[in-house]
């Protein structure tokens, strides 16, 4: 049996200068409630290339993640990302998980 997932991924550029702000505001966005449908956020740092960030999340369906990217949360992260540096690409995606 599968359950379907979606993942929302963000992938993205901050200046080195700008960094410590960007995580500043990523902190208080992955500390605050998790929205309704929302399974799991985080962000990662790519190995190698420090200012290149992913952020990462789990949805239990694309349903409940629409209304979520019209939403101050997500628009305020967003637009931290453009504005302290630059997105680069956006991608979301159902998945499959085997269940045992």
């Known amino acids: 049996?599968?359950?379907?997932?979606?993942?929302?991924e963000l992938s993205f550029r901050i200046d080195a200068s700008?960094?410590?702000?960007?995580r500043q505001h990523?902190?208080?966005?992955?500390r605050g409630a998790r929205p309704s449908g929302c399974l799991d956020r985080a962000l990662f740092v790519r190995v190698g290339e420090p200012g290149v960030f992913l952020?990462?999340?789990?949805?239990?369906?694309?349903?409940l993640l629409v209304p979520h990217l019209e939403s101050s949360t997500h628009r305020s992260l967003v637009?931290?990302?453009r504005v302290l540096g630059r997105l680069e690409a956006e991608h979301i995606a159902s998945v499959s998980e085997a269940k045992s």
């Open 1 to 8: 049996m599968s359950n379907g997932n979606v993942v929302m």
């Open 55 to 63: 952020w990462v999340e789990r949805w239990a369906s694309r349903q």
């Open 79 to 81: 637009g931290a990302i």
């Open 26 to 30: 990523a902190d208080v966005v992955l």
């Open 18 to 22: 700008r960094q410590r702000e960007f």
